[in-house]
Nanobody, 122 residues
Framework: QVQLVESGGGLVQPGGSLRLSCESSGSIFSRNCMGWYRQAPGKQREVVATITTDGLTNYLDSVKGRFTISRDNAKNTVYLQMDSLKPEDTAVYYC????????????????WGQGTQVTVSS
């Protein structure tokens, strides 16, 4: 049974930073491509960033240059460093993973963790 626990969200002013963490258990983390996703009120969930088992990363255009995804296989954890935050980054952020990078990009998972709320507001 896969479990995903996201943390690190909060309220931050525009231009501020947050570091999100997601600890995964119940699957072989080191074999999974991992992704961060977000869902704003009234909008569909979208993939924000992905990282392969080899450390190759990809980002949503609107977060390129501001967000950085990384992973620590020893801790079964994936991170999302978010800098220069904007109000439009406000959303609940989730992580998920799969051995297939395509599945991670598509993000059509049956199970999701509780997510962590990020609110960017002055």
């Amino acid at each position: 049974q896969v479990q995903l626990v996201e943390s690190g969200g909060g309220l931050v002013q525009p231009g501020g930073s947050l570091r999100l963490s997601c600890e995964s258990s119940g699957s072989i983390f080191s074999r999974n491509c991992m992704g961060w996703y977000r869902q704003a009120p009234g909008k569909q969930r979208e993939v924000v960033a992905t990282i392969t088992t080899d450390g190759l990363t990809n980002y949503l255009d609107s977060v390129k240059g501001r967000f950085t995804i990384s992973r620590d296989n020893a801790k079964n954890t994936v991170y999302l460093q978010m800098d220069s935050l904007k109000p439009e980054d406000t959303a609940v952020y989730y992580c998920n993973g799969d051995p297939s990078p395509l599945e991670v990009v598509l993000g059509k998972f049956d199970y999701w963790g509780q997510g962590t709320q990020v609110t960017v507001s002055s």
